[in-house]
């Protein structure tokens, strides 16, 4: 069966280190996979997007890498700050192009200052 | 500025009433989405569309209805055949009538069965 899984249901993690949440996905063939951040009560908000042909993408103390063969995206926070805390959600795009995003069921970080 | 209106943010309803949650967007954007969230749940689409007068059913169409008459508006009713209603609902919109691109969010809109 098709299975997307972010395996840890929360992380805790100092100020200033880095956090590392993981995607794992099983029965699928992504074309690419995209990260979102969502605060409670809100909705999710964007951040990274990483296509399959690419192994790394970084946006300010952000960066994605995805292996096709491992069927893992790794997403870090450097240099993390309280204001990180979150859920973080990944959401990969099936090669078809004709299925909707499926989202894994998150991650909620917390930066403890 | 763009962007995804939801409303209300908080409803509450009784047993037995359909309610309907609606969803306004001003990006121009073709596709639209309702997803479900409950806790440990993430999220889970309900119904989609690319294209007015156009809907497919998600993952957990039960119990739910939905309408495209305009580009800019996608209402989700939950009808009284939806067993179990109270949760977190949200909306999105993506640019063009792919499925796979950025999504952007509404606020949500937190429904709770009395």
């Known amino acids: 069966s098709q299975k997307i899984e972010q395996n840890s249901e929360a992380l805790n993690i100092q100020e200033g280190k880095t956090a590392t949440l993981t995607c794992n996905y099983t029965?699928?063939?992504?074309?690419?996979l995209q990260w979102y951040r969502q605060d409670p009560g809100r909705g999710p908000v964007f951040l990274l997007l990483i296509r399959e042909n690419e192994k790394e993408k970084r946006k300010e103390r952000l960066k994605v890498t995805f292996d096709t063969t491992l069927k893992q995206s790794l997403f870090h926070i450097t240099a993390s700050q309280p204001a990180d805390s979150a859920t973080y959600l990944c959401?990969?795009?099936?090669?078809?192009?004709?299925?909707?995003?499926?989202f894994g069921k998150g991650t909620r970080l917390s930066v403890i200052a | 500025d763009g962007g995804i209106t939801q409303s209300p943010k908080y409803l509450f309803r009784k047993e037995g009433q359909n309610v309907t949650l609606s969803c306004e967007q001003n990006?121009?954007?073709?596709?639209m989405y309702w997803y479900r969230q409950d806790p440990g749940q993430g999220l889970r689409l309900i119904y989609y569309s690319q294209i007015v007068n156009d809907f497919q059913k998600g993952d957990i169409a039960e119990g739910y209805s939905v309408s495209r008459e305009k580009k800019e508006s996608f209402p989700l009713t939950v009808t009284s055949a939806q067993k179990n209603p109270t949760a977190f609902y949200l909306c999105a919109s993506s640019m063009g009538r792919g499925l796979t691109g950025e999504l952007f969010f509404g606020e949500g809109s937190r429904l709770t069965v009395l």
């Open positions: 029965n699928y063939s992504p074309a690419y």
């Open positions: 990006l121009n954007h073709d596709a």
């Open positions: 959401a990969l795009a099936e090669n078809s192009g004709n299925t909707p995003l499926v």
